[in-house]
């Protein structure tokens, strides 16, 4: 009798595409990276050339992440949800409207500003995929906003825009 054979549907094909193709991205991208010509001067020895190695690093572990958890467990068959539609089709909703909020985000960055647009952009989606969780979200999208804008602003003296809230 021969082992049973595992059946990949087509959401897990495309899971597993997914976690092949970020994984040899972040190699492609990593490489890319380490061949970005460094400046050489200043008392940082660092410097932001590291950031886009880190970014590819970032990648690949989410890329391993992936595929790890799909080696680990097998997905069950999905059934429809209460409301009776299938979960493929909400995911997919879902995905439009965040694709649309990150839109939003993006053209809203420079006029409002990068404190104000972030924690405006961070906090519905934290309140939607974290629910209930009034003032944990709200620390966070706030918390997130200012230690990315304290780092970026005061330690690499990278300028964001100030947008509405310039005085």
């Given at each position: 009798m021969s082992p049973p054979r595992l059946r990949l549907g087509g959401r897990e094909i495309a899971d597993w595409c997914l976690a092949l193709c970020a994984v040899a991205g972040s190699v492609a991208y990593i490489h890319a990276a380490v061949q970005l010509p460094s400046r050489s001067g200043g008392s940082d020895p660092v410097g932001p050339a590291a950031f886009p190695e880190l970014i590819g690093i970032g990648l690949m572990g989410a890329g391993l992440l992936l595929a790890y958890e799909l080696w680990r467990k097998r997905k069950a068959k999905t059934?429809?949800?209460?409301?009776?539609?299938?979960?493929a089709a909400r995911h997919l909703?879902?995905?439009?409207?965040m694709v649309a909020w990150t839109a939003l985000y993006y053209f809203a960055f420079e006029p409002v500003g990068y404190l104000l647009a972030t924690v405006v952009y961070?906090?519905?989606?934290?309140?939607?995929f974290n629910a209930g969780r009034w003032r944990t979200n709200a620390a966070v999208a706030v918390g997130f906003a200012l230690v990315v804008y304290c780092v970026f602003v005061?330690?690499?003296?990278?300028?964001?825009?100030?947008?509405?809230?310039?005085?």
């Open positions: 059934a429809p949800d209460g409301n009776g539609a299938q979960p909703g879902l995905l439009c409207a961070l906090f519905p989606m934290l309140a939607y005061k330690l690499l003296y990278v300028p964001l825009p100030a947008g509405i809230l310039s005085f």
